[in-house]
């Protein structure tokens, strides 16, 4: 399905500016590559640091330890940069810091057929400062928390808007010219490699491969047994119809416990066939009820979560493409507007700034996907160009006059290691500047806008940049920000976002805006595929209901091949039994309802678990144990800070 140059073309400018020597090697190239392979002077250099950083293990000290092997690291960054991936690979294995894998995940230097991250580790080390916050926020958020949170900095961007006018104090309230409808989509993240009949309950980090197994000697019969059946090549054709496959007897494999079918498993991505159900189940509730949508939002992604072993450059750029042309082709002239996740990228998660001189590792990505876009004909030409220019994020004005600004949230993700450089400065990326330009534009013309991006701050996110994009959500709210949409948790979720002065922030008065967190199709995490929409007041782009659809995963383990069946699951609006007026909208206010309300009775919180699964088998009791005792705190958290304090205080 992708193109072949497109995909050569990607990667040669990948290869460029990584340094991956492209095929054939140059004499000249060939030449340094052996020098410094033999030179023994290389192994003295590794096996002193291997010594060092060995010796940071036996520290009672962790959080000590674990900052002396970033002065380590910064140091032989500054020597010998190219001796850093060696050796810490070397000594993470010697040691057994992590198993093998994920040493070379961690600190190898990534090849075409698999990714590592030692590349982003050295320019995160030549930036950060070690012994500063930098050094105690990676020790505590990305090493096991090896040191104790650090304080986070006070930092404010209130410099880069106007004082807040009387009139921008309050909602408009809504219109009476009626609603539109807006669809959501998030988290297909298509498993290209899913097998039919491999693995689906695994002892690796995603099953449903042919490299998957389950390491435990299970004996006897696997629960299935007798009545998984499955079909081989199954497709939803061009008009939508369903074709079934042939007839496969998944128990004539051996060293299989739990064989994958057709459709999907809980500990697995998203087969494409799973991809194209949920396109067209979306297609088919549209045209039996005689529901339009102006346009798509889709939070993002499209890769599969596999060990970054498995992960090659090739599989990266493919499930992007095949993503998005699976959704031009159906969705045809429908317009969406996407953003980028954590495993969209190559490697995962990483982002430099635009400033940094590494950035140009991942600029291929953007142009790339912003090249398509452009070519789908979602983003115009200069929106397209704003987005080659800030990472994939855009604005865009739609026919009714709503701004939809898009965001790369890579830039306060706890897994990019960029983001650990200058950690306290608030705006690295200078993508919460142009959201604010944006904003204030809006605001003078008394626009509404949507904002969208991939990843929910509270969860995941790094502190400094949550505050930060907090204080932004809460100087243009409720007047400006007329919704917030995230994914990435793959569950179905919302959070409040609380005016922050005042002694008890947490209450009806303080609640300001609102992020929906939209269900993943990407059962993975135990949870039914899903899809919403949205109906959306026509004047204000306030949100009046939010229609939730599932497919019930576990009924494709035994339908003998047939397609999955969707069900509507539960509409916002009247879910949870609150008075609300039906022309006022569903906002911070209604949800803060809902919010005390999952605080104060088990019941509700049961309710809110099931939907955040969609009625899956894998879902939380609430009656019955401890895993539903933060959800207040999620829904009542917009920044990590937020939600921590939240949790330590349960
Ligand atoms: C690492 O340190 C331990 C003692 O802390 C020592 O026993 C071991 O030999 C060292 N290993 C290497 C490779 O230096
Ligand atoms: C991990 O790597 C080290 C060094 O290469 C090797 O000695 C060891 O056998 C490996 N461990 C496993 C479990 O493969
Ligand atoms: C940030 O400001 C608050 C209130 O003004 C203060 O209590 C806190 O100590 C400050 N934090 C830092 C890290 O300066
Ligand atoms: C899945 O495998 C684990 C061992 O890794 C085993 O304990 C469990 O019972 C298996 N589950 C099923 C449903 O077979
Ligand atoms: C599984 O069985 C093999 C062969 O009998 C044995 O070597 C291995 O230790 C067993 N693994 C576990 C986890 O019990
Ligand atoms: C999924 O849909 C795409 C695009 O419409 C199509 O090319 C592909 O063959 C379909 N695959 C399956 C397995 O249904
Ligand atoms: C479908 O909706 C359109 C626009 O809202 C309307 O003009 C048309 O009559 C409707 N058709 C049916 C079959 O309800
Ligand atoms: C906070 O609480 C103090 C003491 O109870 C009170 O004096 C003050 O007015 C309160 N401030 C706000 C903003 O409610
Ligand atoms: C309602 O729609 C009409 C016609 O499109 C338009 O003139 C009017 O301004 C709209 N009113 C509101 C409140 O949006
Ligand atoms: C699947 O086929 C078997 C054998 O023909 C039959 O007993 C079973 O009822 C079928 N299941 C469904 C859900 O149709
Ligand atoms: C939500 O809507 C209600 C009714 O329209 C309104 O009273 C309330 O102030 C609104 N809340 C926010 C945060 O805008
Ligand atoms: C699927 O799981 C749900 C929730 O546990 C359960 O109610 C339903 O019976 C299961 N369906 C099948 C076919 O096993």
């Not at 998957?212 to 199954?234: A, D, E, I, M, V």
């Not at 007839?247 to 416990?257: L, R």
């Not at 970054?308 to 499930?319: G, I, Q, T």
């Amino acid at each position: 399905m992708i193109a072949t140059n497109i995909l050569l073309n990607a990667l040669l400018i990948w290869q460029t500016v990584t340094g991956i020597p492209a095929d054939p090697v140059d004499e000249d190239n060939l030449q340094t590559l052996l020098e410094t392979e033999n030179a023994i002077a290389d192994e003295t250099i590794i096996a002193d640091i291997v010594t060092q950083l060995n010796q940071t293990m036996s520290y009672e000290d962790h959080c000590g330890g674990c900052i002396d092997r970033l002065i380590i690291g910064k140091s032989l960054a500054a020597a010998r940069e190219d001796m850093v991936a060696p050796a810490f690979t070397m000594w993470c294995k010697l040691s057994q810091f992590y198993d093998n894998d994920t040493c070379v995940q961690q600190y190898g230097i990534s090849t075409v057929n698999g990714s590592s991250l030692g590349s982003n580790f050295v320019d995160m080390l030549g930036g950060m400062d070690p012994t500063g916050y930098d050094g105690l926020l990676y020790c505590h958020y990305y090493e096991n928390n090896n040191c104790p949170k650090p304080e986070t900095p006070n930092v404010t961007v209130s410099h880069l808007w106007p004082p807040k006018s009387p009139e921008h104090m309050s909602a408009p309230e809504p219109g009476n010219n009626g609603t539109f409808n807006v669809l959501h989509i998030s988290d297909i993240n298509i498993q290209l490699d899913y097998a039919i009949g491999s693995e689906s309950n695994c002892t690796d980090a995603l099953c449903c491969s042919s490299h998957s197994h389950n390491n435990q000697n299970l004996t006897g019969t696997s629960p299935y047994n007798g009545y998984w059946n499955s079909y081989y090549n199954s497709y939803f054709a061009e008009n939508g119809s369903y074709v079934q496959g042939s007839y496969i007897d998944v128990f004539n494999m051996s060293n299989v416990w739990t064989p994958a079918t057709t459709f999907g498993n809980y500990n697995c991505d998203t087969p494409e066939v799973l991809v194209n159900s949920t396109l067209e189940n979306i297609l088919e509730y549209s045209r039996q009820n005689n529901i339009t949508y102006d346009f798509t939002l889709f939070t993002g992604g499209m890769g599969d979560s596999d060990l970054a072993k498995y992960l090659s450059f090739e599989d990266a750029v493919s499930s992007d493409m095949t993503v998005f042309n699976i959704l031009k082709d159906r969705l045809g002239k429908l317009p969406v507007f996407p953003v980028i996740g954590n495993q969209d990228s190559y490697p995962h998660g990483q982002l430099a700034p635009l400033t940094s001189n590494v950035e140009s590792k991942f600029s291929w990505n953007y142009n790339l996907l912003s090249n398509l876009w452009e070519e789908f004909g979602w983003l115009n030409a200069e929106q397209a160009q704003q987005a080659r220019e800030h990472y994939t994020g855009y604005a865009v004005e739609t026919q009714l006059g709503l701004k939809v600004i898009a965001l790369n949230s890579n830039a306060w993700f706890n897994k990019n290691m960029y983001s650990y450089v200058n950690a306290s400065q608030p705006d690295n990326f200078g993508q919460f500047s142009f959201l604010i330009e944006e904003l204030v534009a809006s605001e003078a013309k008394n626009q509404r806008v949507w904002i969208v991006a991939h990843i929910p701050p509270a969860f995941t996110g790094l502190p400094v940049p949550s505050n930060v994009f907090s204080q932004i959500v809460e100087r243009f709210s409720p007047s400006t920000i007329a919704g917030i949409f995230f994914g990435h948790t793959h569950e179905d979720q919302f959070e409040i976002v609380y005016a922050s002065s005042g002694n008890d922030t947490k209450s009806v008065e303080n609640a300001l805006n609102q992020a929906y967190i939209a269900p993943s199709v990407s059962p993975l995490g135990g949870v039914n595929p899903a899809w919403r929409f949205y109906q959306v007041d026509k004047a204000t782009f306030s949100i009046m209901n939010v229609h939730n659809y599932y497919s019930p995963l576990n009924s494709t383990f035994t339908s003998n091949g047939t397609k999955p069946t969707w069900f509507h699951e539960y509409s916002s609006r009247y879910a949870y039994n609150i008075s609300w007026p039906t022309t006022s909208p569903l906002n911070a206010t209604y949800w803060h309802l809902v919010a005390e309300q999952i605080g104060s009775s088990v019941a509700v919180r049961q309710k809110y678990e099931q939907f955040a699964k969609r009625q899956s088998p894998y879902g939380s009791d609430c009656y019955n144990s401890k895993e539903c005792d933060y959800d207040y705190c999620f829904v009542t958290s917009f920044t990590v800070d937020e939600y921590e304090t939240c949790v330590a205080a349960q």
